[in-house]
């Protein structure tokens, strides 16, 4: 099972950091990502992360803004955003998927097996 958490109320060009905790022993294995769902809108991908946390991408809209990062001591990954902007409202999903190769990075929902609960960020103008 995946826990999101860290969500809340910010001001534009505030920051807030996501974590998800997964309480799987396999964590290690899983290649992770985030993704976001605005009101109204279809969910979106954020960020994902290799299963050895070498490797990452990031949707152009979150670019130099957001880092996502994973430790596999603690079963989490970690999203941070810096500079939010009101379009970064949304509700916030972490996603993982069992990742045969270390350094691949995965990009798509259709593909993750687990997903958390979500967490929802609030950025005011």
């Known amino acids: 099972q995946l826990q999101a958490s860290g969500g809340g109320l910010v001001q534009a060009g505030g920051s807030l950091r996501l974590t998800c905790t997964a309480s799987r022993r396999t964590f290690n294995q899983q290649r992770m990502g985030w993704f976001r769902q605005a009101p109204g809108k279809e969910r979106e991908f954020v960020a994902a992360?290799?299963?050895?946390?070498?490797?990452?991408h990031y949707a152009d809209s979150v670019k130099g803004r957001f880092t996502i990062s994973k430790s596999n001591a603690q079963n989490t990954v970690a999203l941070t955003m810096d500079n939010l902007k009101s379009e970064d409202t949304a509700v916030y999903y972490c996603?993982?998927?069992?990742?045969?190769?270390?350094?691949?990075?995965?990009?798509?929902?259709?593909?993750?097996?687990?997903w958390g609960q979500g967490t929802l960020v609030t950025v005011s103008s």
């Open positions: 996603a993982s998927m069992y990742a045969r190769r270390m350094e691949v990075v995965t990009t798509t929902a259709q593909e993750y097996q687990n």
């Open positions: 992360i290799s299963r050895n946390g070498y490797n990452s």
